[in-house]
């Protein structure tokens, strides 16, 4: 079965400083990844995704993930944490086996930027 | 201009009370999603449809119901509402090339709380 683990569930770093949200995931083939962003009492924005292209994939507002298959994991990264960026970031698949579209969410990980 | 739309954005209702929730999306997209998150903001996949056509139902009770009346549109219809119903719904669509998904795009959601 398909899954994606957030190893994380809060993270909390000050502004400015690096930001890294860590994901593994299981499939059997190469899957689909996604990170998306939820803040608060909104919807969810797609940050990046991966697709069997470049590994190292980058996204909006300055995210980049990497796809590291002999880890089977999908770390998302910024450089400098900015007040903005906190919200609730998940980790997400999409079997390539899947003929339904189906995405499958990671827990959540909650980031934290104090000033 | 919006590209997944959902109403109403919140509802408040008792239980007991038959509800419904609608969903549009103007991107031209075939397949169209319903997710639910919980209170641990966790998010599971309760229904697809492509064109108009069924292809996913994940074990959600028969009181939900969900209508696509066109490749747009997919309605939630929820009867007999309970307490453990209150949760966030979001509306997804994505397009379809071949066996792939592309473009998921999430509504902003509706929050429902029975009481």
């Known amino acids: 079965a398909q899954s994606v683990t957030q190893l994380d569930s809060h993270v909390s770093v000050s502004e400015g400083t690096p930001v890294l949200l860590r994901c593994n995931y299981s499939s059997s083939y190469s899957p689909s990844l996604f990170w998306y962003v939820q803040h608060p009492n909104k919807g969810l924005q797609l940050l990046l995704k991966?697709?069997?292209?470049?590994?190292l994939v980058k996204g909006i507002n300055g995210f980049e993930a990497e796809f590291k298959k002999s880890e089977t994991s999908f770390h998302l990264t910024k450089p400098s944490a900015h007040m903005s960026d906190a919200a609730e970031y998940f980790c997400v698949v999409s079997p390539p086996s899947s003929n339904t579209g189906k995405l499958i969410f990671g827990q959540g990980t909650t980031l934290q930027v104090k000033p | 201009d919006t590209a997944v739309s959902q109403t109403p954005k919140y509802l408040v209702t008792q239980m007991g009370n038959d509800k419904s929730i609608k969903c549009e999306q103007n991107l031209g997209h075939d397949t169209m999603y319903w997710y639910k998150q919980d209170s641990k903001k966790f998010l599971k996949i309760m229904f697809s449809y492509n064109n108009k056509e069924l292809i996913i139902n994940e074990t959600v009770p028969n009181r939900f119901s969900p209508k696509s009346p066109d490749k747009a549109h997919l309605n939630l219809h929820i009867n007999s509402l309970e307490l453990g119903d209150s949760a966030v719904y979001f509306c997804?669509?994505?397009?379809?090339?071949?066996?792939?998904?592309?473009?998921?795009?999430f509504g902003s959601g509706t929050r429902l709380t029975v009481v």
């Open positions: 997804a669509s994505s397009q379809v090339i071949g066996q792939a998904y592309y473009g998921y795009t």
């Open positions: 991966y697709t069997s292209a470049a590994t």
